[in-house]
Every structure is written in C-alpha cells, then in structure tokens.
C-alpha cells in the first residue's frame, strides 16, 4: 500500500470565504456553501438527528443523516420516516441513500423531492458491511460500472437539478479489483454535484492507514471544477489540513473521529478559519456534552431506547481518561438519565486525557470481501441481483 500523503507542518489556511490550503476555493455542493468544508459522514446508528444536533452546536458543516434504503423510503417504512427526521434548524438537510436498483434509487430520489423530505442526497458507493456487499451493494457496485451508471444517472435524472446529489465510494473492492478512477469519472459525467472517497479498498474496512494518495489522483482526474472530498483517518484538525493540502482535495469527510468527540468540529472550524484551536476538553466538560447528548437522544427515541443507544458512545466519549473499570462498567450498564448523571457526576472534572487523537471506532483486520456468486465474472453486466434491495435502513 502506498504511504499517507501528509505535509511536514500544519498549513495555515487563508480567511474564510476566500481561499483554504493548497489555494482551494470555497466549498459549495449543488447551490449549498459548506463552510468550514468539512461534512459528517453517514454513520449506521451514529448520525441520528440527536448526534447531528449535537455536532452541529460545536462547528459548520454538513451533516449527514444515517443510511436510508430506497426500497425502505418507497415503501414507506415507519422506522425509515422516523430515520430521516431532522431538526428545525438543520440546513440543508442531508440524506444519504442506498440502493442497487436503479429504478427504485430514481423513485426514492424523486420521492425526495416532490415531498420535500431532504435538500441533499448522497448515494452509498461507499459500505463494506458483508450483510451489503453479498447483494452487490455498497463498495461492491462500483465493480459492475454500467449498473452503477445506471443508478447515478438515475438518481440525477430524478432530481431535475432540484437538489444536488453527491456520490461516496472506496477505492475499490480488494487491491485487484480498484475502481474509485472509473467511477469518478461515471459520476461526474452523469452530473453528481461532488463525488467523495474514502482511500482504503472494502476489502481493509476500516483497518491500516488510508491512502491518501488515491484522494490524491481522483482530484487530478476529476474535472476542476467538480469537488472531490477526502475520507480515511482524519482524528485531529490537523489531519484534516494535511488532507488538503498533500491530496488537492476540496473538503473533507470525518467519520470515526468524532465519536465520542463531537467537540472536532469546532477543532476543524477553528483551524479553517485560521483561529487557535480551543483547548482539550477535561473530563468534567466530557461528561457535561455526554449528558447533554443523552437528553437529545430522549428528546428522539424516549427515555429507555436512548439511554440503550448511549452505552455504545460512553466509552468512546471515556477514551484516554483515568476512569476506573469499575466506573466504566458502571457506566456501560446505566438505564435511566437519572442514574447517568449521578454517575457522571462522580468523575474527577478536572481530568485531562492521554492521546486524544488516537484513532477511535471500528478498526478490525482485513477480511475477504463478501460478493454474490459470479460477480467478478463480467464488469460489463448491468444486471439487477436478485434481492439487492434492502428491506430496511440503517446499514
């Protein structure tokens, strides 16, 4: 695997609203300023309206909402509606959505639209789930570039320019099988209004370093004035400047970095506009934005469903800090908000932690990608799997 591009320092990056690292201009998806230039990547029972709430109260940008299936959006499933409930205030409002399906992926697009459900719409090129990939979905598509043709330029039509739709993909299957060049290439030509890459193959998931390099040479193949974002390893505002300033790209996606941290954002604002970065937050101001997201998550799912979805942020939120086992376990077990807060309430506030930057979320190993039978047999086929279509959404 190529080495991470990176720069010996930290570029500073010019006013906003002018020009960022490497001489980038502002960025701008479909009529949409994204200001700093920095989006949430979609994640599976992660970027619920509470957490996208509760990101946005610390930095700009552009935050996506969990995966949504177009079979699911068609058929009007309740827990998908209640899936792409936003905020009052969020704007634009970003959906992402996956299908295999062209006809349905146009009919979810156009559903989109017509009932005013979202501003944004991204489509999932991108997951490496197995439960996605044996269908054909997700990072597997890409593959079958005619089928993938199809779909995009499907979910452009549908959109009659009425809200710009984008395209997240990986830079291929596994190291015999790339196909994030092609694909750029596909999408712009359909008229995706940006097209965004995650540098590691479905086949890594989320293991090993990204390779930045690849972020790299989809810009230089994209035309100029189509934006290119960059995804993969990006933990520190500084990571995210590197990005941009070894690669050329225009904006960049955060995914893991910000569990537990949704403090990066405002890292990422600050470093964007040329600002100092606000100080490390100590333990008392952790445990503060942790009860502050368990109420959003009430205000969402009710008291019990939300204090179940928590468990899965504490530790993420602890990472680094001198927090006993028996605290942690405390902690990982908690039922009520009361319960919470009293708990919290017994850590040391004044607590600093210990590499807040390390790397966070799922890392794993490699692992042989999942595929529906024959499906390395013929690029060329634009063929429809049987059953590709998730019934329910989520990832």
């Not at 596994?174 to 694909?183: G, P, Q, Y």
Request: charged residues 25%.
């Amino acid at each position: 695997m190529v080495a991470q591009v990176s720069a010996p320092t930290i570029p500073t990056p010019s006013p906003a609203g002018t020009t960022g690292p490497g001489g980038k201009g502002e960025l701008r998806i479909g009529p949409f300023r994204v200001d700093p230039p920095v989006v949430l990547a979609p994640m599976a029972g992660i970027t619920n309206v509470a957490f996208r709430r509760l990101c946005r109260e610390h930095g700009a940008g552009l935050y996506v909402c969990e995966m949504i299936t177009s079979r699911a959006l068609v058929e009007r499933h309740p827990e998908t509606f209640r899936m792409i409930r936003f905020a009052p205030e969020e704007r634009p409002r970003s959906l992402q959505l996956y299908g295999v399906d062209p006809a349905t992926v146009g009919a979810a697009v156009r559903m989109v639209v017509e009932e005013d459900l979202a501003d944004h719409v991204d489509l999932n090129f991108g997951c490496p789930v197995p439960k996605v990939t044996r269908r054909g979905g997700g990072a597997a598509l890409p593959y079958k570039h005619r089928l993938f043709d199809r779909i995009v330029s499907s979910a452009v039509h549908a959109a009659a320019g009425r809200v710009p739709v984008t395209v997240k993909m990986r830079v291929g299957i596994d190291e015999e099988h790339h196909t994030f060049l092609r694909a750029g290439r596909i999408a712009a030509d359909a008229g995706v209004a940006a097209v965004a890459l995650h540098a590691r193959t479905a086949a890594q998931r989320y293991s090993g370093e990204a390779d930045w390099s690849a972020i790299a040479a989809l810009r230089d193949a994209m035309p100029a004035e189509l934006p290119v974002l960059g995804n993969g390893d990006i933990f520190s505002a500084g990571d995210a400047l590197r990005m941009m300033a070894g690669t050329g790209c225009d904006g960049v996606v955060v995914g893991r970095g910000c569990l537990g941290r949704p403090w990066l954002f405002g890292e990422l604002e600050a470093a964007f506009r040329g600002r100092p970065l606000p100080p490390t937050p100590r333990l008392g101001q952790v445990a503060a934005t942790l009860l502050r997201h368990a109420r959003l998550l009430t205000e969402h799912h009710g008291e019990q469903k939300a204090i179940r979805d928590l468990r899965k942020h504490t530790a993420w939120y602890l990472k680094g800090f001198p927090v006993g086992s028996a605290q942690r376990r405390r902690l990982s077990m908690v039922s009520t908000l009361a319960e919470l807060e009293e708990l919290l309430g017994q850590l040391d506030a004044a607590a600093l932690p210990t590499d807040a930057d390390a790397p966070r979320g799922r890392q794993g190993s490699p692992a042989r990608v999942t595929l529906p039978e024959g499906w390395l047999d013929d690029p060329e086929d634009a063929t429809v799997p049987g059953g590709a279509e998730l019934p329910d959404s989520g990832g």
